[in-house]
């Protein structure tokens, strides 16, 4: 059965030759889950951008996004409702390639940023200038940043041990993980009443009221760490393999794997900073990627494109399938994940893996 599993994906990988010589290889099932996914994704944008007080067809959202709709419609797509949906495609892309790369490093499905703990340190350092410093959009954003990137560095070092190794890691995550969530409830309690509401209301993760202040910074920030994840691709697959067998190969492991760290921490904390901690995106995006191509490795593509669809289609159940009463994106995607987890886990007891 696996022998044919594996002539099956074969069989799925063509190589393509250009005019001038080269030649490369393509994988038609990975390839066509990315336009699935992206049409999912562009579905559910469209539709986002269509619904709320004053609805509007499919037709007219799209011919308002080539310029042809009227002033009203324009104000409506253009400066209420497009820069929310490119935060869920921006924000749910983050977390979907740095919950594919944890997963790598550390060897484990479960070895997502929200497991880890580096969501839950962006959660305190955006509560930390919310309760103490009432601070505005900006200095939560900020904080929330810093507070990611405090934590990875933490579990980073703390894990460390003649290098960094996937199951040290998990636990050290999961301990930092449960000391900030205590951190967090500790701080709303000591807020006041106003600051405690603002405080949870953030902690639920929602992608109401964005608008293209969130926007640039998430698009600078993306242009720059993605192609740089991209890039490392092939090493973070070797490293798959452990990290002797990457050494052989060629890969400084070491290296790759604090760079690979340093720019998904980013990622994950740049996107809670922008929409709050919305969680189970990083988590099961890349398992359902990898799942659906049925190809080795990271899958960071198809990982970033799951996440952009998993989101958005959160956030239009969130905000279209309860009627008038509207849901914050990250109940949703609690609802969703927490079903996600429990079968990951009995379908991983059942393989005999836990």
């Excluded at 919310?130 to 904080?143: E, P």
């Excluded at 995006?285 to 799942?291: D, E, S, W, Y």
């Excluded at 990250?330 to 886990?345: A, H, R």
Aim: hydrophobic share 55%; net charge positive.
């Amino acid at each position: 059965m696996k022998a044919l599993k594996r002539a099956g994906a074969a069989r799925s990988v063509r190589a393509v030759r250009t005019g001038g010589g080269f030649s490369l290889r393509v994988d038609v099932r990975a390839s066509v889950v990315l336009v699935v996914l992206a049409a999912v994704a562009a579905v559910a944008g469209v539709v986002l951008i269509g619904s709320g007080d004053y609805s509007m067809t499919p037709g007219e959202v799209v011919s308002t996004l080539f310029g042809h709709g009227t002033f009203q419609q324009e104000f409506i797509v253009t400066d209420l409702r497009l820069p929310r949906v490119l935060v869920g495609l921006l924000v749910g892309a983050s977390l979907g390639i740095g919950g594919a790369v944890f997963q790598t490093i550390s060897r484990n499905p479960l070895g997502s940023p929200d497991v880890l703990g580096f969501g839950q340190g962006a959660t305190v350092g955006a509560l930390t200038v919310i309760v103490l410093f009432q601070g505005g959009a900006t200095a939560v954003a900020g904080g929330a940043v810093a507070g990611g990137l405090v934590t990875g560095i933490a579990v980073y070092l703390l894990a460390w041990k003649r290098g960094v190794h996937g199951y040290r890691l998990v636990l050290v995550g999961i301990g930092a993980a449960a000391m900030l969530t205590a951190a967090a409830q500790y701080l709303i309690t000591k807020a006041n009443l106003v600051d405690a509401t603002r405080a949870v209301v953030w902690m639920t993760g929602s992608l109401d009221g964005r608008d293209w202040a969130q926007v640039w910074p998430l698009l600078a920030v993306c242009g720059l760490l993605v192609p740089l994840v991209l890039g490392h691709g092939r090493a973070l697959r070797m490293m798959e393999m452990g990290d002797d067998a990457a050494y052989a190969l060629g890969v400084r492991v070491e290296r790759t794997r604090f760079v690979l760290m340093v720019c998904s921490v980013l990622l994950v904390a740049v996107a809670t900073a922008a929409a709050g901690p919305i969680t189970f995106v990083s988590l099961s995006a890349p398992q359902l990627a990898r799942r659906l191509t049925r190809s080795p490795g990271p899958n960071l593509l198809a990982a970033a494109f799951m996440g952009a669809a998993l989101l958005l289609v959160a956030d239009w159940i969130a905000l279209d399938a309860f009627g008038d009463r509207q849901l914050p994106v990250g109940i949703v995607t609690g609802v969703l994940g927490g079903c996600y987890l429990l079968w990951l886990l009995v379908t991983e007891r059942k393989a005999g893996r836990i």
